[in-house]
């Protein structure tokens, strides 16, 4: 890997309409155009060309929605140990993340979507990227 591969940017955002912010985080980019963000809180993030964004992650505290008149549909899924959510914007962004009942994370797959993450385990949807 490059030094022109590796940037201490915390933003990654892909052509097909996903959006990633990280305070504090870098970005290694990679030559079929998809990016890898790694967060300081021991946070990862894939950004892939067409949009797609998987992430594992170490705690879930808060999941802030920038404007809940954007969400068409939030489904929620629990078992005894986790609960899962899945959030359908406007103009096509999808967000789903599960977690364990005590708030650590475990992993989210988003499309479409502007994301921004926080400290201590703060996520702000801002909806669908267009």
Known sequence: MTDEQTKDSSRATSPNGSF?????????????GSQLIEGPDGDKYIVSEDGTINGT?????????????????HEVVNTP?????????IGGGVFSFL????GRGMS????????????NGVFVICGSHL
């Open 20 to 32: 990633v912010d990280i305070p504090g985080g870098k970005r290694t980019d990679f030559p079929d």
């Open 57 to 73: 992650i170490p705690e879930i505290r808060q999941v802030q929605i920038g404007d809940l008149a954007q969400v068409l549909r």
């Open 108 to 119: 989210f797959e988003a499309n479409r979507i502007t994301l921004r993450t926080l400290p």
């Open 81 to 89: 140990d986790t609960t899962s959510h899945t959030l359908h914007f």
């Open 99 to 102: 977690h364990h009942r005590d």
